[in-house]
């Protein structure tokens, strides 16, 4: 059973800075498509940025050269560097999987047909 667990939300000022962790346990395959998404309140949930296996990485228009995402494959565990963070970045942060047994993962059309795996999520507050 995959379990999608994320941590170290919090509340910053803006222009602050803040490290989302998503820790994935009962993971047996090594080809991954992983998400963070987001979704503020009375808004749609939207896609952050993703990783693949492959190492390719993609990033909403939003958040290019401020947010980094990464994996540590030896710890299994997602990461988002958010640094000068907005008002507008606050919601609350989810992370999401999905795994194949073999081949590569394209998280373009992983993210289309919906992803296998989610956490319950980590609230960002950005104040002004």
């Known amino acids: 059973q995959v379990q999608l667990v994320e941590s170290g939300g919090g509340s910053v000022q803006a222009g602050g800075s803040l490290r989302l962790s998503c820790a994935a346990s009962g993971v047996t395959y090594s080809s991954y498509c992983m998400v963070w998404f987001r979704q503020a309140p009375g808004k749609e949930r939207e896609g952050v940025a993703d990783?693949?296996?492959?190492?390719?990485?993609t990033y909403a228009d939003s958040v290019k050269g401020r947010f980094t995402i990464s994996k540590d494959n030896a710890k299994n565990t997602l990461y988002l560097e958010m640094n000068n963070l907005k008002p507008e970045d606050t919601a609350m942060y989810h992370c999401?999987?999905?795994?194949?047994?073999?081949?590569?993962?394209?998280?373009?059309?992983?993210?289309?047909?919906?992803?296998?795996?989610w956490g319950k999520g980590t609230l960002v507050t950005i104040s002004s």
């Open positions: 999401a999987a999905s795994f194949r047994s073999s081949g590569e993962i394209d998280c373009f059309w992983a993210r289309l047909y919906g992803m296998d795996y």
């Open positions: 990783i693949a296996s492959d190492g390719s990485t």
